[in-house]
C-alpha cells in the first residue's frame, strides 16, 4: 500500500510538506522527527484517506449532506447548533470501518512494543488538512485529548476528532465563505504522553526586545500548561547562542504545580518550600535545552517557539512542540552612549525585587513620599518610591524617570497609569521581597530594572542610556496594514501631539480622569457649588481638543468618567459629595452615577464638553463610551440623558460600552440596542469573572486575563455583538503582554485592539504576521488554531 492509500503514517515518515496526507501538526512533528536529531514523543498519524474512507465506509458523507440540506439559514443560531450536534453524534456513533480500527489498533501497539509498554498513554490530536479550504485552520476548532489509553479509547477519540470537523463556528464559517464541507478532511496524531517531572518554553529571540544572540528558557515544576498560562513565575535562564554560556539565571518561588497522576488525570499541587525554591532543571539540561534550540532554528531557518517536558521516568528531555516566532525580525543593535555624567557602578547589589509592571530600565535618585501631601517636593527626573499611587499623583508620575512601589499588581493605578507614560514601574516588592519604601533610601541612587523586576544599589553602566523618543522616525519606518485595527489608550492630553505620530487607528481608550486630576483637581460638585462650571466645562473641552486635534481624522473614544468614591474624595471639595466606601471599586462608579440625582449634575458638565469639542471646535472624530454599566436599564437611561443633551447616536457619533461585567456578555443582545460597540475591558472583567480583586496582591497568582472562563466570555460576546452588526474592541494591557491571548483575538474575529503607546508599533507588526499566519495555517492546515479551548 502506498503512502496515499495509507490508513496510518509515522511520524518518522512524514515531511512538512505532507500537509495533504496528516495536516499540519502531524506534517510538523514528523519533520522534527525525520529530519532533527531532536527528541520528539514518538508516534503516528491517521491519514486524509482513512478520514474519507471512514465517511465512505459508514454512509456518512450522505446523511450529513442530509442534514446540512436542512440548514437553510446559518444565521439562525439554534438551528445550526441542533445540526452541527446531529451530525457530531452521527460521526462519533458511526462504528469505525474494521480496515481503519485495525490499522489503528496495530500502530498503537507497535507504538507500546518502541516505548516498551503495554497500553501506553497517548495523546490524541486533530490536524486539519484542508490544504485547498483558505481559513481551515481559523474555522477548524479541531479537538486534542491528553492521557488517552487503550486501542477502544483511542479509536473513539479519533471519530471525536473527525467529529470537531462540524463545530458550530467551522460549519458556519465555511458556509460564509462558499466551501464544500466535504472538501475538508482530519487527521489524527497519535504520540506518547510525556510524564513532565518538569516542563516549560524556550524561545530563539527576545520577545521583548528583539534580541537574537540569545535562547530564552523557562520551566517548572510539573506540566507545562501552569508556564503557558502564567500561573507560576517560572525559572527564567538566558543562553548565550554563540558561546552557548548561561548569561543570566532567575530562581522564583516555583510553588506549586500541575502535575499527571498514575491513572491520567491531572491535579494542582502545593509544591514544598524547599523545593519551589530550588533550580528547576540542572545546568546541564539547560545547556542541552540551548542545543536542541539552536539546531531546530537552524533546521526550519527562521525564530522559534518551543515547548519542552522533562520525564520523571528516566530525566530525558523532550520537545514537545515547535513553531515559528514571527513577532521579530533581526535588527542591528545600536549602543547608544550614556545621557549623565555620574558614577557608574558594574556591581550588581539587588536592593528589592517586585512585579515587573511596566518595562523598561532607569537610574537616578530615588525620592521616597509616604504621605500624599508631600507629592509637590517630587521633582523632574527622580525615581519614585511609595505604598501605592492613585489618581492625584499622576502630576508627580509624570515628572518620574521610574516608579517602584509596595503593594499592587500588574492593573493597580501604579501600572496601569506607567505603562501609559511610558514610565519603568515594578510594583508589590512586598510579596516579593520586602517593602521598597523600608529598602530604599530617600536620596539613594539606584538602577530600576523594570523587564525584571529587580531594583540595583548605584547607577549601572548599561543602565544610563537615552530614553527613547517616539519620533519622526516612525514615519518612515515600515508598518503594516492589518484587517485587525491597532489603537491607542492615552489619559494624558499633553502626551498627544508626541505620540499622535503613531501608527495607530485612533485613540481606543481616552480616559477623562487624567483631565480632572491634571488641569482641574477640584471635584465637579464643588465646582458647580463655587459657581465655576464653565471653568470645568472649558478645561475638559480642552484636553478633549488636544487629542482630538493630534489624531484627526483618526477617531478618539473618550471613557466618560470612572473615578471611584474613594478617587473623587481626592479632589479638592471631595470629601462632602462621597461616600465612605468598603469596596469602592464595586461601588458607585461608572454609569450608575451619571442618572442619579445627587450626581447629575457633574455628568452635564462632561456632556457639555463632548459637544463643544464636537459643535465649537468641529472635532466630529470625537465619540464616547460609557463605563461600568450594570444593567440594560442603565444603558438605555443613561443614553436616554445623553441624547436629551445633543449627542443622540447617529452616523457620525457612536457610543461605545465597556464590557467589563459579566452582565454585559451574558446581556449583549439586549445591550446591542443601545450602543454600536463594546470595549472589553479585561481588568474588571476578569476581576468580576473570577472574583478575585484585581488591587489584592495575595491573590495575584490567579488574577490572569487568559483564564478559559474570560476567553469564553471574550469570544461569545464578539459572536453577538457582531451579529448585530457592533463591533468588539479591547483596552486591557493583556494582548500587549501575551503574544498568545493577542492570536486568541485575532483567531476570534476581534475588531480592534488598544495599546498603551509603547506597544503601539510592536503590537501593529504582530496582528499583521498574525493575520498573515492566520491565512498561511488556512492554505497549510498547520499552526495554531482555537482548538478545543472553548467546547464545553
Known amino acids: ?80 447548533r441542533e445540526i452541527c450536534a446531529n451530525i457530531r453524534k452521527l460521526i462519533c456513533d458511526a462504528e469505525m470501518p474494521q480496515e481503519l480500527a485495525e490499522a489503528i489498533e496495530k500502530a498503537y501497539a507497535e507504538l507500546g512494543e518502541k516505548v516498551k509498554e503495554e497500553n501506553p498513554f497517548v495523546a490524541v490530536r486533530s490536524s486539519a488538512t484542508a490544504e485547498d479550504l483558505p481559513d481551515a485552520s481559523f474555522a477548524g476548532q479541531q479537538d486534542t485529548y491528553l492521557n488517552v489509553r487503550g486501542a ?66 523557562e520551566g517548572s515544576w510539573g506540566l507545562g500548561e501552569y508556564v503557558v498560562q502564567g500561573t507560576v513565575t517560572p525559572d527564567n535562564f538566558t543562553v548565550n547562542k554563540k558561546e552557548m554560556k548561561i548569561e543570566n539565571r532567575m530562581i522564583n518561588d516555583k510553588n506549586i504545580a500541575l502535575v499527571r497522576n498514575p491513572d491520567g488525570d491531572c491535579a494542582e499541587i502545593v509544591i514544598p518550600e524547599e523545593k519551589a525554591k530550588t533550580q528547576v532543571i540542572t545546568d546541564e539540561q539547560v545547556l542541552e535545552l540551548a542545543t536542541y534550540a539552536k539546531a531546530i532554528e ?96 499622576v502630576p508627580a508620575m509624570k515628572k518620574a524617570k521610574a516608579i517602584v512601589t509596595d503593594a499592587g499588581g500588574m492593573t493597580c493605578h501604579a501600572s496601569i497609569v506607567s505603562r501609559e507614560l511610558g514610565i519603568p514601574c515594578i510594583v508589590g516588592t512586598k510579596s516579593r521581597s520586602e517593602e521598597a519604601t523600608n529598602r530604599i533610601a530617600d536620596g539613594q541612587m539606584i538602577t530600576v530594572d523594570a523587564t525584571n523586576g529587580i531594583v540595583y544599589d548605584g547607577i549601572l553602566e548599561d543602565a544610563v542610556k537615552p530614553k527613547e523618543e517616539a519620533t519622526s522616525q516612525v514615519v518612515s519606518e515600515y508598518i503594516p496594514v492589518t484587517g485587525t485595527k491597532v489603537y491607542m489608550n492615552l489619559g494624558d492630553p499633553d502626551l498627544a501631539e508626541k505620540y499622535g505620530v503613531l501608527p495607530c487607528d485612533g485613540i481606543g481608550l481616552m480616559r477623562e480622569e487624567f483631565i480632572w486630576t491634571t488641569f482641574i483637581h477640584e471635584h465637579p460638585l464643588h465646582l458647580i457649588e463655587t459657581g465655576r462650571s464653565q471653568f470645568a466645562i472649558d478645561t475638559l473641552a480642552e484636553g478633549m481638543r488636544k487629542v482630538c486635534q493630534a489624531l484627526a481624522p483618526r477617531q478618539v473614544v473618550l471613557r466618560l468618567s470612572d473615578f471611584k468614591s474613594s478617587e473623587y474624595r481626592d479632589l479638592n471639595g471631595g470629601d462632602k459629595h462621597e461616600p465612605h466606601e468598603s469596596s469602592a471599586l464595586l461601588g458607585w462608579r461608572g454609569a450608575s452615577r451619571y442618572y442619579d440625582p445627587k450626581y447629575a449634575p457633574a455628568f452635564q458638565l462632561e456632556l457639555a464638553a463632548i459637544r463643544k469639542v464636537r459643535e465649537e471646535y468641529g472635532f466630529k472624530n470625537l465619540q464616547v463610551m460609557i463605563p461600568f ?25 457612536k457610543i461605545w460600552l465597556m464590557a467589563e461585567i459579566p452582565a454585559n456578555i451574558i446581556l449583549a443582545d439586549q445591550f446591542n440596542q443601545y450602543v454600536d460597540g463594546y470595549s472589553i475591558g479585561s481588568n474588571d472583567l476578569t476581576m468580576l469573572i473570577l472574583g478575585c480583586d484585581r488591587d489584592n496582591e495575595t491573590v495575584q497568582h490567579i488574577y490572569d486575563e487568559r483564564n478559559l472562563a474570560i476567553r469564553r466570555a471574550i469570544h461569545h460576546l464578539i459572536e453577538v455583538a457582531h451579529r448585530d452588526g457592533k463591533t468588539v474592541s479591547i483596552c486591557g494591557q493583556a494582548p500587549s503582554v501575551y503574544p498568545d491571548f493577542c492570536e486568541f483575538l485575532v483567531r476570534s474575529g476581534i475588531d480592534s485592539i488598544s495599546v498603551n503607546p509603547d506597544a503601539v508599533k510592536a503590537t501593529k507588526k504582530m496582528v499583521a504576521q498574525l493575520e498573515q499566519r492566520i491565512m498561511l495555517d488556512a492554505v497549510t492546515g498547520r499552526g495554531r488554531t482555537l482548538g478545543n479551548e472553548l467546547e464545553w
Open 1 to 80: 500500500m502506498n503512502r496515499e492509500n495509507a490508513y496510518v503514517l509515522w511520524f518518522d515518515e512524514l515531511k512538512r510538506e505532507d500537509v495533504a496526507l496528516v495536516g499540519g501538526k502531524s506534517s510538523s512533528l514528523g519533520e522534527m522527527t525525520s529530519s532533527t536529531n531532536v527528541p520528539v514523543p514518538y508516534g503516528f498519524a491517521t491519514t486524509a484517506h482513512g478520514y474519507r474512507f471512514f465517511m465512505e465506509r459508514t454512509g456518512l458523507e450522505d446523511k450529513i449532506k442530509a442534514e446540512l440540506d436542512k440548514l437553510d439559514d446559518v444565521e439562525n443560531s439554534a438551528l445550526l
Open 152 to 217: 477502544d479509547v483511542i479509536i473513539q477519540k479519533v471519530k471525536e476528532c473527525y467529529a470537531s470537523t462540524f463545530t458550530d463556528r467551522a460549519t458556519y464559517y465555511r458556509v460564509k465563505q462558499g466551501f464544500d464541507h466535504m472538501t475538508v478532511a482530519l487527521s489524527a496524531a497519535i504520540q506518547m504522553m510525556v510524564f513532565s517531572k518538569a516542563a516549560g518554553v524556550m524561545f530563539t529571540v527576545d520577545l521583548v526586545t528583539g534580541n537574537d544572540e540569545s535562547i530564552l528558557i
Open 298 to 393: 537552524k533546521h526550519y531557518g527562521c525564530y522559534m517557539d518551543m515547548e519542552w517536558g522533562v520525564d520523571e521516568r528516566d530525566n530525558k528531555i523532550w520537545i514537545l512542540q515547535a513553531r515559528p516566532e514571527t513577532v521579530w525580525s533581526r535588527k542591528n543593535k545600536e549602543e547608544k552612549p550614556a545621557t549623565e555624567a555620574v558614577q557608574t557602578t558594574t556591581s550588581r547589589d539587588i536592593v528589592v525585587k517586585g512585579l515587573p509592571a511596566s518595562p523598561g530600565k532607569a537610574a537616578g535618585k530615588a525620592h521616597v513620599i509616604l504621605d500624599p501631601a508631600d507629592i509637590d517636593s517630587f521633582k523632574e527626573g527622580e525615581i519614585l518610591v511609595t505604598t501605592m499611587t492613585a489618581p492625584d499623583w
Open 629 to 653: 454599566c450594570r444593567t440594560v436599564k442603565e444603558a438605555a437611561e443613561v443614553t436616554r440623558i445623553m441624547a436629551e443633551n445633543g449627542l443622540a447616536r447617529s452616523a457620525d457619533f
